[in-house]
């Protein structure tokens, strides 16, 4: 009898498996996974990710509040993966797995990404806390935002995937009411700065963009061969140059124009238009002293290692790259001191990690296991 019970057993586990072979895991629908996402937003509340103490007083940060930030993170990464996958594949292989790389800085690609995702976090709840401080309510056109960017970012998703992460309607929308706060806070903070002006005016030489638009005739001390060699004059080639130019000096003081003295000349001297700064390191230091020492329509004559000028001024009324300087230097000093007015914001607050956020891994957070 036992024998017959037994092989009843088998026999039935056998037509069940028979029965099932061809079955399919029946695929949920958009209701049923809807469902799921709101279970899992429930369970999100109850787990803190992070706590954040300032003044004391410690705000707890669940899973809830933290699905947009974790989920957009990982989407990005699975972008990069699939920008450079046809050069990943290159280099590591075709079963290369993309978020055990590593990236510049040595990193994994999945604790890269979750470092991002925590700098931003970090970020958007100082400035959004910072906003609730001083009373700061949503701008209506940013309320107006909100339902495109919950409802474009609820789209980059399956609903499977939503589920999984309890990535619900109202979720990301609450998530993203954080962010627009902390956005709008920053976009005050940012227009209320003021740079002194002054200060940033006075830490840049603005005689140092002063053009001293010159011309010159120049005669050489000595030339060179095929083989670029130095090949010195004879002593009368040597003296017929410096008279040349003596005599160049001389009759460019008394008025002469700089063509007609070329033209004795051209066999030996050569003119050439120069624009020259004070601060410039290219051409020779005797030139440049020379042009800054210059009244406009003044000639100057000086020697170098290589041969002899006569300079004239032409014009000293333009200056080349000061107002980009000034506008980079009131740039730079409004960012320093945009940051530095974060930093002491920052300051306020402590940011602590909680076990079931050291849990958290990207690359499997939205995507199945």
């Known amino acids: 009898m036992k024998q017959l ?4 057993a088998i026999l039935l586990v056998l037509i069940l498996a028979i029965g099932c072979a061809g079955c399919e895991k029946r ?7 809807e469902e799921l996402a ?3 937003a429930e369970k999100n509340k109850k787990k803190v990710l992070l706590r954040i103490t300032v003044g004391g007083e410690v705000k707890e940060i669940t899973a809830y509040d933290l699905v947009y930030f974790l989920a957009y993170n990982e989407k990005e990464g699975l972008e990069d993966k699939s920008s450079k996958d046809a050069n990943f594949r290159a280099n590591y292989g075709e079963n290369y797995e993309y978020w055990e790389l590593t990236d510049s800085t ?5 604790d890269a990404y979750k470092n991002k995702a925590f700098s931003t976090i970090a970020y958007t709840y100082i400035m959004y806390y910072e906003a609730l401080n001083q009373g700061m309510q949503l ?5 107006v ?11 980059g998703f399956t609903a499977e995937q939503r589920a999984r992460v309890g990535m619900t309607e109202a979720c990301i929308r609450e998530n993203y009411e954080r962010v627009f706060l902390a956005e709008q806070f920053a976009t005050q903070m940012t227009t209320d700065y003021k740079v002194d002006e002054e200060a940033v005016k006075a830490s840049i030489e603005k005689e140092d963009y002063r053009v001293y638009e010159t011309d010159y005739l120049y005669v050489a001390k ?16 040597s003296e017929a140059r410096k008279n040349a130019i003596d005599d160049a000096f001389k009759r460019l003081k008394d008025g002469e124009d700089m063509a007609t003295v070329l033209a004795s000349y051209e066999s030996i ?7 020259v700064y004070r601060t410039d390191t290219g051409i020779e230091k005797e030139y440049v002293d020379a042009a800054i020492s210059l009244d406009v329509g003044g000639v100057a004559f000086i020697e170098t290692n290589g041969g002899y000028y006569v300079i004239t001024l032409l014009d000293k009324s333009d200056f080349v790259g000061y107002d980009e300087a000034l506008e980079t230097a009131l740039k730079k000093a409004e960012s320093a001191g945009i940051t530095e007015l974060y930093m002491s914001y920052e300051s306020k607050y402590s940011i602590e990690k909680t076990s079931d956020w050291d849990a958290v891994e990207l690359g499997k957070y939205t995507v199945s296991k």
């Open 5 to 8: 019970r037994k092989l009843t």
């Open 27 to 33: 695929k949920l629908t958009e209701k049923e996974y």
């Open 38 to 40: 709101n279970k899992q």
């Open 106 to 110: 040595g990193s994994k690609m999945k």
């Open 139 to 143: 701008e209506e056109l940013r309320k």
């Open 145 to 155: 935002k909100l339902d495109n960017a919950t409802k474009n970012f609820l789209n």
């Open 222 to 237: 000595y030339d060179y061969d095929e083989n670029f060699q130095r090949v010195d004059f004879s002593a009368e080639e």
């Open 269 to 275: 001297m050569h003119y050439s238009p120069r624009d």
